[in-house]
Nanobody
């Protein structure tokens, strides 16, 4: 069983930055494709960014491309999401997820393990 714990969410003004972290325990972290997803009130959960096992390839949703950056440190079993130039429409619960199968880019139904989420609120 893999446990994922997100941190770093909070309240920030539009234009500001936040860095989310997701610490993994359990099976070998470097064997997972990792993703960040978000769910805003009344909306479906969607992928925001993803990163391959080695970290050499990344994927971003069009809405965050150029503003968000995903990275991972396999030695620390941690994946990060750097969020810059935040907008009120980025307000959501952000989830970290792991895909054992290696789907690319991963979608909701590809992920095998999920964290409990961290709330990001961007005020205008």
């Amino acid at each position: 069983q893999v446990q994922l714990v997100e941190s770093g969410g909070g309240l920030v003004q539009a234009g500001g930055s936040l860095r989310l972290s997701c610490a993994a325990s359990g099976r070998t972290f470097s064997s997972y494709v990792m993703g960040w997803f978000r769910q805003a009130p009344g909306k479906e959960r969607d992928v925001v960014a993803a990163i391959t096992r080695s970290g050499l390839l990344t994927y971003y949703a069009l809405s965050v491309k150029g503003r968000f950056s995903i990275s991972r440190d396999n030695a620390k079993n941690t994946v990060y999401l750097q969020m810059n130039s935040l907008k009120p429409e980025d307000t959501a619960v952000y989830y970290c997820a792991a895909d054992v199968g290696g789907s690319w880019p991963p979608g909701n139904y590809d992920m095998d393990y999920w964290g409990k989420g961290t709330l990001v609120t961007v005020s205008s």
